[in-house]
Every structure is written in C-alpha cells, then in structure tokens.
C-alpha cells in the first residue's frame, strides 16, 4: 500500500513539473522572442554584395519562417538567400548597380512554439545602406591632359662632340636597317596595334543600330567583350576569358593602370552586366555616356596617343 502511494505522488509530480516546466518555457519564450535584422557593412561601392542578415532569437524551442525576398528587395537586387544556424538565422547577399542612400524595408517573420500554438508575426527594423559611386572619387576621367613633351636639360657639350654622337647614332641606324631589311614584313601583312582593332570593333558596333533596333543587351554584351579584348591585346590580359569578379580581383593585384582607370573599369563593366544579366534599361543618355567611356579608356591608355573620333 505505502508502494503503491509513493507511485502515485510520483507521477502526479511529474505531471505537475512537465505542465510548469511547458508553460514557463512558453511565457519565457514568447516574452524574448527578437528579430534582428543588419547588413555587414552600411556603405559600399556599386557592384559590392551586401550580406543583409535576419536573425531569430531565443532559437531554443521555436519554428521560425523567414521570407522570401525573390529577385528584389527594396532598390536592391538579391544574388543569393539561405538559412544559417539550423534555420535560426537567414542571409540574403545584395547588390546595387547605382548610387545613393537606400532603404532595406522592414520585414515580417513569423514564428510560433511548437505544432499546437499559432503562427505569430513579429516585424524587422528597417536598415539603411549607402552605395558609393567609384566614379565620385576617381573624378572626371574627361579631364585628363596629354603628355608633355621631353624636357632637355643643358649638358654643357661643345657642339663637335655633339655632331660626333649624332653621326654615330645616324651609323647605327643605317646599319640596324641594313642587317634587318631581309626581316621586313610583307606589304600585304599588316600587324595593327591594340587601340587600333578596338577602334574599328567600336565602329562596326555603332555602323549595326542594336540600339535602334532595340537590342539593348547585345549591344551592350558586343561593348564589354571588345573592351575586354583590347585588355588581352594591350596589357596580355586573358579578360575575355573571365567573369567581371574575377577579373577585377586580377586587377586589384597588379599596378599596370593607376586607380583612376582600375575604377572607371569596375564601373563600366558592372554597368554592361547591370544591363545585360539584371534586366536593368539603361536611358539614352547612359548608354551614350557608357559607349564615350570605352572610348575615353581606349583613348587614354593606348600607346599611341591619337584620340578616335566616335559618337552615337
């Protein structure tokens, strides 16, 4: 008999502890229950990913429904979402091919305690990004000047020791010509220069009117690539060949262009991959500006310095 009531005050004290023990982890639970929601870096460059990050807490005996942002959320477009911390915690990487100040609106995630209790609704706090323009700080790519010509300095040197070391200078020449005419190439063979071959690409493209006909992302799918070839011509640059991230880490590595063109070309080509993988329309006037930046660039970094004349 004493057995049989030590049994029973022992599941009536479990019974009593598990209906305690569910109600206070639910009061507990729902009293702080947050979302919290930031980015990893409130100002970045256009073309620069944005981690926005949504995170559920307390994780502990919850179910929690994040949303699902699509192609867009707010003036950003989203290049990648997934769930983190056994489903606790969603990242979404953003990006934004223009400048300004931009709000990520709030959001709405829903959560509730287990399979019996109702869904509840708790909303984000907004957050707001800055986008930098790089070409904001390159300046005015236009304004750069023409190399000036060699300054000679006085050597002091009689003129006979000057005529002597011309005359020398004039032998060997004659003799380097002598020794290498066997080598001349053909007249029929012409090797033409990096800047040269872009030029005619660039005409070619204006001479086919995509833009009249409407065909927007070729035209801007033919301008990237012949910017990227004359990369590969002028710098031995295998750009054709990489994606526009790749190529801007190979960039970032080497110091053949100074900073002024390194960020005129990250803004051009994620402009042209704006248009041609985000569904962006460019007006008239953008695309004008981008096809006159090509030229600028091909301009001012080619050997010979003989700006082409184009328009479009």
Same mark, same amino acid.
């Given at each position: 008999m004493k057995k049989t009531k030590n049994n029973c005050f022992r599941f009536c004290a479990c019974v009593f502890l598990f209906f305690l023990s569910a109600n206070l982890s639910f009061s507990i639970s729902a009293a702080e229950v947050q979302v @919290?929601?930031? &980015?990893?870096?409130?100002?970045?460059?256009?073309?620069?990913?944005?981690?926005?990050?949504?995170?559920?807490?307390?994780?502990?005996?919850?179910?929690?429904?994040?949303?699902?942002a699509g192609d867009k959320l707010g003036d950003f477009s989203v290049r990648e979402q997934s769930l983190k911390r056994k489903g606790f915690q969603k990242q979404y990487h953003l990006v934004s091919y223009k400048p300004g100040v931009f709000t990520i609106p709030a959001l709405s995630v829903r959560y509730r305690f287990n399979n019996n209790?109702?869904?509840?609704?708790?909303?984000?706090? @907004?957050?707001? &990004?800055?986008?930098?323009?790089i070409l904001g700080e390159a300046g005015d790519i236009s304004d750069i000047r023409d190399i000036k010509g060699p300054f000679i300095a006085s050597t002091g040197m009689s003129w006979p020791l000057i005529i002597v070391l011309m005359m020398i200078a004039v032998a060997a020449a004659a003799y380097f010509i002598f020794q290498n005419r066997h080598r001349a190439l053909p007249k029929d063979e012409v090797v033409k220069s990096a800047h040269e071959i872009a030029y005619e690409a660039l005409e070619e493209l204006k001479r086919r009117d995509y833009l009249?006909?409407?065909k927007i992302k070729e035209f801007y799918a033919e301008l990237s690539f012949i910017i990227r070839v004359y990369l590969e011509n002028r710098f031995n640059l295998r750009a054709p060949e990489m994606t526009t991230e790749e190529f801007l880490n190979t960039l970032r590595q080497n110091d053949f262009l100074?900073?002024?063109?390194?960020?005129?070309?990250?803004?051009?080509?994620s402009h042209c991959d704006l248009v041609k993988f985000a569904k962006y329309g460019p007006s008239t006037e953008e695309t004008a500006k981008t096809f006159d930046s090509a030229i600028k660039f091909v301009d001012q970094t080619k050997i010979e310095n003989k700006p082409g004349k184009y328009d479009i």
């Open positions: @919290k929601a930031y &980015v990893d870096n409130n100002k970045v460059y256009i073309g620069d990913t944005v981690k926005y990050i949504l995170e559920c807490k307390p994780a502990r005996a919850l179910e929690v429904e994040f949303p699902e209790s109702e869904w509840q609704d708790i909303q984000t706090d @907004k957050v707001i &990004v800055e986008v930098a323009s009249k006909l409407g100074s900073g002024k063109y390194k960020n005129l070309l990250k803004e051009f080509l």
